[in-house]
């Protein structure tokens, strides 16, 4: 079964700095590996998504990550925080492209100090 | 288009009563998952639907069920209420057709307190 460990339950970044949170995951299959964001109070939101295409994965708002299969890792970047980026971030594994038993990491605050 | 609604938003219940929740899927959109978020457990997958029946199952108890109409639109029962039940439900809606990718949309959710 497939499972996903979010390595950090809170980072804390200064706004224009670099966010980094960090995923790894466990999958018997070729995984598809996703970020999703949680606003206070709000659903959840696709950044982005990995489903065995390109390893470097652009998704909204200036997030991008790197499958790296070596490393079971699916870590997640910006280059610059903003403020409004401060949220709940889960990392989501699913064994199967067309399965939609998914599996979410216990989320990420990220916090962004003026 | 309209995105995945449900309701209602915000639920109180006493132990031992039952619940139903719904969720209006997108238009088109003929899976629906539900999940449970809590803050002891995070996020956890119930179960989904597709074309009215369930397709995949998590780990819980009975007392956890759901169906799907026809229109796609699906509702959630949970019976004989716990304490620990109370949590934001989320619900989730795609296309699920074959040979498509799996993007899930997300409701808002609802947020069930049992007392």
């Known amino acids: 079964a497939q499972s996903v460990t979010q390595l950090d339950s809170h980072v804390s970044v200064s706004e224009g700095t670099p966010v980094l949170l960090r995923c790894n995951y466990s999958?018997?299959?070729?995984?598809?590996l996703f970020w999703y964001v949680q606003h206070p109070n709000k659903g959840l939101q696709l950044l982005l998504k990995y489903t065995s295409a390109a390893t470097l994965v652009k998704g909204i708002n200036g997030f991008e990550a790197e499958f790296k299969k070596s490393e079971t890792s699916f870590h997640l970047t910006k280059p610059s925080a903003h403020m409004s980026d401060a949220a709940e971030y889960f990392c989501v594994v699913s064994d199967r492209m067309y399965n939609n038993d998914m599996r979410f990491g216990a989320g990420t605050r990220l916090t962004v100090k003026p | 288009k309209a995105g995945v609604t449900q309701t209602p938003r915000y639920l109180i219940k006493t132990r031992g009563q039952q619940v139903t929740l719904s969720c209006s899927p997108i238009s088109g959109h003929r899976s629906v998952s539900w999940y449970q978020q809590t803050p002891g457990q995070g996020l956890q997958f119930l179960f989904e639907?597709?074309?009215?029946?369930?397709?995949n199952k998590g780990n819980f108890p009975g007392r956890f069920s759901g169906r799907q109409f026809s229109n796609s639109r699906s509702e959630m029962n949970v019976s004989t209420l716990e304490l620990g039940d109370s949590a934001l439900y989320l619900c989730?809606?795609?296309?699920?057709?074959?040979?498509?990718?799996?993007?899930?949309?997300f409701g808002p959710g609802t947020r069930l307190t049992v007392l």
């Open positions: 989730a809606s795609s296309l699920a057709g074959q040979g498509n990718y799996n993007e899930q949309f």
């Open positions: 639907y597709f074309s009215e029946t369930q397709r």
């Open positions: 999958s018997s299959y070729s995984p598809s």
